[in-house]
């Protein structure tokens, strides 16, 4: 399922669902660095993904702020985890 939503993505990077989906996927395998990414991405095309997302994340992850990710430095993640405002 992995590649098929990485193929989906590359076909349309705009398209949100591949990205939740994703995240959902990276989530269950223990790759939550890699859902904090797809996280990021849905921030920008659909809040409700993101947000649902964001709480898997944190139900599921032992990590969910990505602390321990090495693509970012600590507290990095758990700023883009933060729900943004509502308007």
Do not use: F, W
Not at 35 to 44: F, P, S, T
């Amino acid at each position: 399922k992995i590649r098929d939503y990485k193929h989906a993505i590359r076909l349309d990077p705009n398209y949100a669902d591949p990205h939740y989906s994703l995240g959902i996927s990276y989530i269950l395998v223990g790759r939550h660095c890699d859902a904090i990414k797809e996280y990021v991405a849905l921030r920008i095309l659909d809040k409700d993904l993101a947000n649902r997302l964001s709480q898997l994340l944190e139900l599921m992850t032992d990590d969910p702020d990505g602390t321990n990710c090495e693509t970012n430095p600590p507290g990095v993640a758990a700023q883009l985890l933060r729900p943004g405002p509502t308007y």
